[in-house]
């Protein structure tokens, strides 16, 4: 089973929040996840390690916190196996990390908010992926996935969505809602189940499955081809 790397160079953007979304949607499904946290900086609590530390780890699934540059491939090709999938949570810099974890990857995962600045950013990281692309001489897979966007689209994020498109940029659909229960998973831990309900918590519930199915949809596409 494959590798999803999730990547880019902003923060704020939801990398940790799609890497707890798809993690704990995938466990539920039955399969095996292993959770690379490579976002980190020397000194500051991780994403991840708030997550980990706000309730139980669901089963299914197999965290490691910190992940360096050296162990990376390493801890990578460990996670593989049949039914089973890895997530790496990258950091946000362009470095000998990131692209050592993208190489090996199934598919890369661009969390961008509908925001012109994520836009221009989130940019950077498909570019990454282009020079990764150029350096292994084979295709690496990626897509773009929104989050935070509303229920109902304002005028600038149709524009930006249309733009990616007509740049040949896949995009993830449905993307990632701006949900008060994707932000409760830093402070209950657990997943959308385990946790007290939120404010819409069914409709958050769905999202996040239909989000989890589309990206198991595109990896099964790109298995196809």
Avoid: Y
Wanted: negative net charge; aromatic residues 4%; proline residues 4%.
């Amino acid at each position: 089973m494959p590798t999803i790397v999730i990547s880019s160079p902003k923060g704020g953007a939801g990398k940790s929040t799609a890497a707890v979304i798809l993690g704990t949607e995938l466990a539920a499904m039955g399969i095996e996840v292993t959770m690379l946290d490579c976002d980190f900086v020397t000194g500051r609590e991780t994403a991840l390690e708030v997550w980990a530390g706000a309730g139980d780890t669901p089963a299914g699934i197999t965290l490691k916190h910190r992940v360096g540059e050296a162990e990376v491939i390493r801890e990578i090709k460990a996670g593989e196996g049949d039914g089973k999938v890895v997530i790496v949570d990258l950091g946000g810099a362009a470095s000998r990390l990131a692209t050592r974890a993208i190489s090996q990857a199934d598919l890369v995962l661009v969390p961008m908010r509908p925001t012109s600045l994520d836009v221009k950013i989130g940019a950077a990281a498909i570019q990454m992926v282009a020079e990764e692309e150029e350096t292994l001489g084979r295709s690496i897979p990626f897509v773009v996935a929104l989050s935070a966007t509303k229920a109902i689209k304002s005028k600038a994020q149709r524009g930006l969505t249309e733009s990616l498109i007509a740049e040949g940029v896949e995009i993830i659909d449905p993307p990632l809602m701006e949900r008060g229960a994707f932000a409760a998973f830093f402070e209950f831990g657990g997943d959308l189940r385990s946790m007290p309900p939120q404010g819409s918590h069914d409709a958050a519930v769905e999202n996040a499955r239909q989000f989890a199915e589309a990206v198991l949809q595109r990896l099964a596409r790109e298995a196809d081809e």
